[in-house]
Every structure is written in structure tokens, then in C-alpha cells.
């Protein structure tokens, strides 16, 4: 027993000391390089400041026709959910690492809206892509966004 013990501890350890991404900085959608499945983004820029025990982004967008939409918000990053505000209505997130992507769940409407992002840079750090599953729509096949990031912080 305790060499199984033994074993799980030093396969968490390993996946504990796993570089985090290095998400710090101004992020702009490439659309191009984009993959949506519906509504479709004409422009997106992610601000994300990111410290050891959690993160911060703001999202300012515009959509196809022509309407913004801009979110804020901020949360821990070990899991537990944060309750904000989202144009008055309730909004979840929970955050955390699993080795190298930062895993963003967000829930809507109660539970009827949950999405799930998965933060990932390129090696060289230039490049950020987020999975997008829509969690209630089991079969969907997850958007996949790429961002360039900006010289600007």
C-alpha cells in the first residue's frame, strides 16, 4: 500500500511541476487561422494578466454585424467557482491548470449554457489557442480560435 502511495505521489508531482502557460499579455484574433462553428467573430482582443493562484481577462469583441460585447472579469485558478456578473445575469467560472493549458469553465443561465476553454500557447510563446466545447451540446465539434500576441501589454 505504501508503494502505491509512493507511486501516486511522485506521478502528481509530475504533473504538479508541469510549466503553467505564459498567457501575460495582449492577444488578437486571427481569424484566418480560426476555426467557428456558428456565430462568427470579426475581431477579438483577449487582455490577460495571470499570477500564480489565479487570472484576470478582459475580452472585448466584435461580432460580424457590427455589435461589441466587452467582459471582465477575474477568478482563482485552483478549481473553485467564482459567481460574477454578466449583463446582470448570473456567471459562473472555475479555472484551472492541467499541465500546460489553463482549463476555463463558464456556466450561463443557470446550468443551461456551459462551455469549456482550453488555454494553450505555441512553444515559442507567440501564439495562443483556445478550444471551445459547448458543454451542452454533447457531439459538437469544439471552435478552435488562435490569437497573435500583440507587441503592446
Not at 455589435?67 to 467557482?81: D, F, V
Not at 449583463?87 to 469553465?105: D, E, H, R, T, W
Request: charged content about 30%; glycine content about 6%; aromatic content about 6%.
Amino acid at each position: 500500500m505504501q508503494k502505491l502511495l509512493l507511486l501516486w505521489a511522485l506521478a502528481m508531482g509530475a504533473v504538479w511541476a508541469q510549466d503553467r502557460p505564459e498567457l501575460n499579455g495582449v492577444w488578437r484574433l486571427d481569424p484566418a487561422r480560426s476555426a467557428f462553428s456558428d456565430a462568427k467573430l470579426k475581431a477579438q482582443t483577449l487582455s490577460i494578466h495571470q499570477e500564480d493562484e489565479s487570472i484576470k481577462i478582459a475580452d472585448a469583441a466584435t461580432e460580424e454585424n457590427g455589435k461589441e460585447r466587452k467582459l471582465e472579469y477575474e477568478c482563482n485558478t485552483n478549481g473553485k467557482e467564482c459567481a460574477l456578473k454578466l449583463n446582470g445575469q448570473p456567471f459562473k467560472v472555475s479555472a484551472y491548470y492541467n499541465g500546460a493549458v489553463l482549463v476555463l469553465i463558464e456556466q450561463r443561465k443557470g446550468n443551461d449554457s456551459a462551455m469549456r476553454k482550453r488555454l494553450k500557447t505555441s512553444e515559442d510563446g507567440k501564439t495562443l489557442t483556445i478550444e471551445i466545447a459547448n458543454l451542452a451540446r454533447p457531439g459538437q465539434k469544439p471552435d478552435s480560435l488562435v490569437y497573435a500576441k500583440s507587441a503592446e501589454k
